[in-house]
């Protein structure tokens, strides 16, 4: 990108016209013209004036050493991934903050942290303190990204945040305005692109479409919320009777067991389920329950651990599901999280049966942390 290319992408970002950026910068219009048309450059003496104004070294004005920024920034995503992976929540947010400071403004580590920061606020392994620090650090990028970035993937994270910080602060109108610049579910680029593509390609798109929203069903059929009337909409019996629905929707979607990366989403509702029945004192329904919330669990350490996972199902019959790294942000793995619960008083009533013994021994022999 030339130098007048980039001034001109930093004018947009700014929503400045010609003539408005011409005013602040003590030149004619026409001057501005000629840079962004290649025709002439500025004069040396005007870079810092540039710099200042848009926010911008004076190497991302000139576009210096690109090639090694961007390989320097090829190894950050590398590191972070292989951290969020793991579920390394902190150590992946300090890793892009202290890069922020390397490369200062650059928009695509904000709209990172952006995102780390806000698994990390819906854990509880930071205090209300350190959550409302997070969410001004992020309400800031946000403002940046909005300001100064033109790729749309960028924007639509601040956008995103945004909508979500004005809601928690009660200004409900203003969460409105930003959501309203968000495009509509069938206008997105995973709704458009299997329209556009043709052959084995069309089919991958297709699948990934599918799968994508079977996912976000599927997370959302146990979701419970207070009505006005502050009763809940469902009840504790009425969410049993929805894992149960859950569960034979995935044996239907995934009729030979290869549920991969949701695997770890099965364990988690099988315990769920296992610990209502253990309070009922059903033990025969408790034991089942706890049996396929290890067997997911150990199906989904081997799941992370391989490379590549090929489903066979025909639905998804040669889809290479992405890897997407541990839902749930603690270090620990679902091994360990399933087992730690295991301890929880509602299982008094099955703790000394053999089969719950049977269980926490082969659970504790998968315990550790993520390490995939």
Known sequence: MSIGSKIKALRRAKD??????????????????????????????????????????????????????????????????????????????????ESLKRFPNNAWLMGMIIGESTVLMNTQECDSREKEQMEEECRGYSEHILEHSLEDEQRYTAINFLCFYYKRKGETEKAWEYARKLPHLFDSREFVTPELCDGSEKVEAERFLKFTLFGRFARSMLANYQLDSGEWLYTEEERMELRDKKFALFSLMFERGDYGFFNEHLAASHEM????????????????????????????????????????????????????????????????????????????????????????????????????
């Open 273 to 372: 389920q296992a610990r209502e029945y253990a309070k009922r004192q059903n033990r025969e329904k408790c034991l089942y329950h706890l049996e396929q919330a290890v067997e997911s669990a150990i199906r989904f350490i081997g799941y992370m651990n391989n490379e590549s996972f090929v489903h066979t199902s025909l639905l998804w019959k040669q889809y290479d599901s992405p890897s997407q790294g541990v839902s749930l942000s603690e270090r620990e793995n679902i091994a360990t999280i399933i087992l730690s619960r295991t301890k929880f008083p509602e299982y008094d009533s099955v703790r000394a049966h053999a089969g719950f013994v049977a269980l926490t021994k082969k659970l504790s022999e998968y315990a550790g942390e993520n390490d995939y």
């Open 16 to 97: 400045l016209t010609q003539e408005e950026l011409a005013e602040v910068l003590g030149v004619s219009s026409k001057a501005v013209s000629q840079w962004e048309c290649g025709r002439t450059a500025p004069d040396i003496s005007q870079l810092p004036v540039l710099c200042n104004f848009f926010e911008v070294t004076a190497d991302e004005l000139l576009e210096i050493d690109v090639f090694n920024k961007t390989a320097e920034l090829d190894k950050i995503a590398d590191e972070y991934m292989a951290l969020g992976k793991n579920g390394r929540t902190k150590e992946a947010l300090f890793l892009l903050k």
